[in-house]
């Protein structure tokens, strides 16, 4: 925070008598073109910037909603594992952690499972949540996760996923990196019941999901601008000691080499599932 916002806002507000009930995140400054944003108006163009069109991230209800036909969906309950497996603490103990994400959130965990129909087929479909300590994956996702692939088995439903992670939770230490494998093992589950996965990457999807579940999909769609990798660029320029191309780890860039099939806009992004299930469930003409 600023001293404009720490100091000169409190007594502005007190010297012109504004009432202390009125909220002070009515608007949002996007940090795709810096221009103030009202939050309705942000909110009922599904988080994306009217200006530039910047993708902000979107929980799991709005995601559902705009996913599943008419917003109809089932969500299903994340399995329950026992917190903190290793006792972690750095500068506050990790189970604390926990306990402050959750009540910022109203999540149990980084993963949101649900079931529904996406043009007419039945689905199911999982939101990770960045805002849950950066979406990052641990025993609990890994739990969940093969929850969700089991459902889409039982269902002989199609598989669709909405990525949006910083990577391995580290403070489950080796029970975090398990997870790669374990999501991996998941899909194979799927595959062999000869049903299909897409995955949506959404900003940003990095570290051990992208090394594992992420990108197994059959079909792979991006939305704009979203940041995809598995380390940081600056990490890679040392490594490596080159000089990146710009953007290369965006989306535009890996679409034009390959990694993924295509990019959707947020507003396109329903129907361009529904056009990949339609040709997959051969129910396209």
Known sequence: MSWISDVVAPKLKAFIGVNSSIKDNLWTKCPGCDRMIHANELHDNLMVCVYCSHHFHLNAPCRFEMTFDDGVYQQVDNVKVKDDPIKFKDIKKYADRLKEARNKTGLDDCISIAHGKIGGIQSVAFVMSFSFMGGSMGLAFGKSFSKAVDLAISLRA??????????????????????????????????????????????????????????????????????????????IEKTMKSKLPDGFQKSEFL??????????????????LKLILGYISGRSS
């Open 158 to 235: 199609p598989l669709i996923g909405f990525t949006a992670s910083g990577g391995a939770r580290m403070q489950e230490g080796m029970f975090s990196l398990m997870q790669m494998p374990a999501t991996i093992a998941s899909i194979c589950d799927l595959r062999e019941s000869k049903l299909p996965y897409v995955n949506v990457f959404t900003n940003p999807t990095t570290g051990g999901v992208l090394a594992s579940f992420a990108t197994l999909g059959d079909a792979l769609i991006a939305e704009p601008n979203a940041l995809i990798g598995f380390a940081g660029a600056r990490v």
């Open 255 to 272: 679409l034009r080499h390959g990694m993924i099939d295509m990019i959707a806009h947020r507003h396109d992004m329903t129907s361009k």
